[in-house]
């Protein structure tokens, strides 16, 4: 079975450009989740999708990033303008859909995209 | 709100030396404790996790316990090998009323582990 993948694994843009992050969830996971790492701090998470629609999105720094999962499917996550801050790793995450007696189902996360702006 | 505090590395330890990774927490809801491992060039994988008060969580050699009078969740290895060189990360996940517990994970800042042959 596949893994959660990313792509790309590496962007480097400049301020103010637009970038788009592509996660490919495990088949068959309805829980999508992104979260972000800037350098030397903790994982933070960004938003949550069940299927296509956003559960949760309380996470999102503001209205530059905008994530879109159409057709439950894949997702993506866009950046426009960039700014420096938003430098960091991104990572995605699925899971599959319904609670567990063991308190919930694992979170398989991807490589994660290093995103660079300068 | 909701935090997950973890010792702060880089920490170096020649192989076979005992690890201890300390992680405390600070939650309103009932969650359940994770320690998260990410390796060279990969993701983060799931190294163990406990769900209620007292519940050792184990594998690979590690183990954590839950301890809710001390909110801590401390991460242990009798006998650390190289290739358990990583990035550590704590983590917890509160109860969710939708559905369960599918709710966002919560991290602490991670903790780099080198292990010297």
């Known amino acids: 079975e596949a893994g959660v993948t990313q792509f790309p694994s590496h962007s480097v843009i400049e301020k103010g450009q637009t970038v788009t992050l592509r996660c490919d969830p495990i088949?068959?996971?309805?829980?999508l989740y992104w979260y972000r790492r800037v350098m030397g701090k903790e994982i933070k998470f960004l938003l949550h999708?069940?299927?296509?629609?956003?559960?949760?999105e309380s996470g999102m720094p503001n209205n530059r990033f905008l994530a879109e999962r159409t057709g439950g499917t894949y997702s993506t996550l866009k950046v426009q303008p960039a700014e420096l801050e938003d430098s960091g790793v991104y990572f995605c995450?699925?899971?599959?859909?319904?609670?567990?007696?063991?308190?919930?189902?694992?979170?398989?996360f991807g490589p994660g995209t290093r995103l660079t702006v300068t | 709100g909701d935090s997950v505090t973890q010792m702060e590395g880089p920490v170096t330890l020649s192989e076979e030396a005992f690890l201890t990774i300390n992680c405390t927490y600070t939650a309103t809801g009932y969650p359940s404790l994770f320690w998260y491992v990410q390796y060279p060039g990969e993701g983060l994988q799931l190294l163990l996790k406990a769900t209620k008060a007292d519940d050792k969580g184990s594998n690979k050699g590690f183990e954590a316990t839950y301890r809710k009078e001390t909110t801590s969740f401390h991460l242990e290895k009798g006998s650390v090998q190289v290739s358990d060189s990583a990035v550590y990360f704590c983590?917890?996940?509160?109860?969710?009323?939708?559905?369960?517990?599918?709710?966002?994970?919560?991290f602490g800042k991670g903790t780099k582990l080198s292990v010297k042959p």
């Open positions: 983590a917890l996940r509160i109860m969710m009323n939708y559905g369960g517990s599918q709710g966002n994970l919560i």
């Open positions: 995450a699925s899971s599959p859909r319904g609670a567990s007696s063991s308190g919930g189902y694992e979170q398989y």
């Open positions: 999708f069940v299927k296509e629609s956003k559960q949760d």
């Open positions: 088949s068959g996971h309805d829980n």
